[in-house]
């Protein structure tokens, strides 16, 4: 069993008995993304129902907000090639930046450009 907690304005606890490798991102606003069985998630730091952002993807991991918190950037396969994707939660659609594999997901810098 994995228990953890998220120190912010408001404090959330998830108790889980089955997951590994777990990568979490939080936001100003107090919204929590994690990655948990290849599939991204998205839930109030407070509390409350998760929200599945992908479906059965098996691979989706460490997820990074943008700094404004409307986008989701997380590492995925497809096609057998690591790929770097983006969640844009106004539109509410998913894009490939890249398909190469040997590209990794550092942290957004200025002007919402990912480094």
Not at 59 to 81: C, F, I, K, M, T
């Amino acid at each position: 069993m994995l228990a953890f907690s998220l120190a912010a304005a408001a404090q959330a606890q998830v108790t889980m008995t089955r997951g590994a490798r777990l990568a979490v991102a939080a936001t100003a606003d107090g919204r929590v993304a994690f990655d948990l069985r290849g599939d991204l998630w998205v839930v109030p730091i407070g509390g409350g129902e998760a929200r599945q952002l992908t479906q059965d993807l098996k691979s989706a991991q460490r997820p990074r907000w943008s700094p404004n918190g409307e986008r989701l950037v997380y590492s995925a396969v497809a096609d057998r090639r690591r790929g770097i994707w983006i969640y844009d939660f106004a539109s509410g659609e998913t894009h490939n930046l890249s398909t190469y594999s040997n590209l990794d997901i550092s942290e957004w810098g200025p002007d919402f450009v990912l480094v």
